[in-house]
């Protein structure tokens, strides 16, 4: 069954039901433009679509097998839009892996900020389904709102809406955690934070992985991490694993090894006590003057540049370097923007001169997912 509807506790309600009965859910963002949602539904093919204005069934849907409990798209950053499948054991696994690592109890209130129809949204959700947790939902993300909510002891946002609770002064200081994830955290970010008494728990996961498996290089129980040593690609193995994508069997094998661990496609590093340290998306990776450059690494030494509000970095095809590494940045001040030389001097207090942007382009926004990852593929 998709669900259509717009955040709120009726999705609690719908969950169990939905489970109750057997059916798989498929949750699909009810801010989508029409277009799209028909888009989602024609290719996820659900037998039940459920929105504000009732249930219908879709007499073109195909059931989902009777071991899948959830599907759930993928954000579409690395081109087109997956349907990853879960089973049971599977959702059952994340929560309470979690759960163990951040010591919560099913008394313990959390706060769901997120959009539901991305796993880590849902998986906050699912704590009431699961545990009886209780759970506020917001309709949408509003740093005031989410720095009023002080029964709250545990969040999940992504670092553009961690940013945006620390520009508006939220007091995070009664928050037992705070998860962070969707997108790598910089160093300046984390320390801005904890100087404001917030915890922050750095998550890495996806959404073959039933989300956030990793907290701050630490697999959770049950997870198991690996690097590929021809291309540093880290791959990952546990309960919480997806049982492949609907209608995808092709790419549900290019997913997993010959020996069941499943690609991530980012790149990283384990350090000799097991730490996961995560370098980037492997088709991410610029290649310049025969040096490698992780566009995140750059990313975060501009975001800590005093006249830069947001930046991305990209490679470009360069004649003599094969690439350039290319700056897409929203100045902090349209009327003063940053200059390339000025980006390129502080880039290079932090990393080797090779690393520094060849190019600025300045922008007014970077495309974005609903999950909060930059689109890099649309700046080029």
Not at 283 to 290: A, E, N, P, S
Request: charged residues 25%.
């Amino acid at each position: 069954m998709a669900v259509t509807l717009p955040p709120g506790p009726e999705w609690v309600r719908t969950v169990a039901e939905v489970w109750d009965a057997g059916a798989a859910l498929f949750p699909v963002d009810h801010r989508l433009p029409q277009a799209e949602i028909r888009a989602l539904l024609h290719r996820a093919a659900p037998t039940v679509v459920q929105g504000e204005w009732g249930r219908t069934r879709h007499p073109t849907g195909v059931p989902a097998g009777p071991e899948v409990a959830l599907v759930v798209h993928t954000s579409g950053t690395g081109g087109a839009l997956k349907l990853a499948q879960f089973d049971r054991a599977a959702i059952d696994a994340a929560v309470a892996s979690s759960a163990l690592a951040l010591e919560a109890t099913p008394h313990d209130r959390w706060l769901c900020c997120l959009p539901l129809a991305h796993v880590g949204g849902l998986l906050v959700l699912l704590r009431a389904v699961l545990l009886g947790a209780p759970v506020t939902v917001h309709a949408s993300f509003d740093p005031v709102a989410v720095g009023a909510e002080r029964a709250a002891g545990f969040v999940s946002v992504v670092p553009a809406m961690l940013l945006r609770l620390l520009d508006a002064n939220a007091d995070l200081s009664h928050l037992r955690a705070i998860l962070v994830g969707g997108s790598a955290l910089s160093a300046g970010l984390r320390a801005r934070a904890e100087a404001a008494d917030a915890r922050v728990i750095e998550t890495y996961g996806l959404t073959e992985s039933c989300g956030g498996v990793v907290y701050d290089g630490r697999p959770l129980a049950g997870t198991r991490a690996r690097i590929d040593p021809r291309d540093l690609g880290i791959q990952l193995r546990g309960p919480t694993l997806m049982l492949g994508y609907r209608f995808d069997g092709e790419g549900t094998a290019a997913a997993f090894t010959e020996d069941s661990w499943l690609r991530t496609f980012d790149a990283g590093l384990l350090d000799p006590e097991g730490r996961l340290r995560v370098l980037g998306r492997l088709d991410d990776l610029i290649k310049t003057g025969g040096e490698r450059v992780w566009p995140d690494e750059v990313e975060h030494a501009l975001r800590d540049h005093a006249k830069v509000a947001d930046a991305s970095v990209a490679g470009r095809i360069d004649p003599e370097w094969g690439q350039r590494v290319v700056a897409y940045v929203v100045p902090a001040d349209p009327a003063s923007p940053p200059t390339l030389q000025e980006l390129r001097d502080h880039v290079s207090i932090t990393l080797p001169r090779h690393k520094a942007p060849r190019e600025l382009v300045l922008v007014d926004d970077l495309p974005r997912t609903a999950s909060g990852k930059v689109r890099r593929g649309r700046l080029l």
